[in-house]
């Protein structure tokens, strides 16, 4: 079976732009892939760390840089590759980078119906950003090197990471 069979038994008739296809895509990818990636830092793109995402990761992201160059700016990939969580970074972006995850999400009423899948809601802001919020938190030992696995949440406002806080073990 393949994806366009997928999507054509999934969504609806006119529910089929490119964009649907594209929060689709990013949603089935989150479903069937969770790979367990890493995050490292929170400064800007100077990448000091010397351990990269696991193999299978590292190679399900390039696949995704190339398939959509147009959501993943070049100057964030290598952070991506390197686990490393950047401010600026979209919540699709920010899972790539820092694996596994919990979330939540406050949708933006003007855009979202009350109910509305908070999956949906996250991936969509990767494409077209709205007033919706949401807060991954991750956990894991490359964010903050050297100080084992910490637990650390991202705000995001409007599709981009404008916060990065370390949460107490």
């Known amino acids: 079976m393949t994806f366009n069979d997928i999507m054509n038994r999934v969504l609806p008739p006119q529910d089929k732009s490119s964009s649907h296809r594209l929060v689709f895509l990013l949603t ?3 479903l069937v892939f969770l790979p367990n990636v890493h995050a490292n830092n929170v400064h800007p793109p100077t990448i000091k760390a010397s351990k990269m995402i696991p193999d299978e990761d590292r190679e399900y992201a390039e696949s995704m840089f190339k398939e959509h160059p147009e959501i993943f700016p070049k100057e964030r990939r290598s952070s991506i590759l390197h686990g490393i969580i950047l401010l600026g970074m979209t919540p699709f972006e920010a899972k790539l980078a820092g694996g596994a995850f919990f979330y939540k ?5 003007s855009r979202w119906p009350e109910h509305s899948d908070p ?4 991936w969509a802001q990767s494409i077209k950003p709205d007033n919706s919020e949401i807060w991954m938190t991750f956990k894991n030992a490359y964010q903050f090197p050297g100080e084992g696995d910490i637990p650390f949440r991202v705000h995001f406002k409007k599709g981009h990471a404008v916060n990065i806080e370390k949460l107490d073990k």
């Not at 999956?119 to 996250?122: D, L, P, R, S």
Request: hydrophobic share 65%; proline share 0%; net charge neutral.
């Open 28 to 30: 089935m990818i989150f």
């Open 119 to 122: 999956m949906k809601v996250m």
């Open 105 to 109: 999400v406050t949708a933006d009423t």
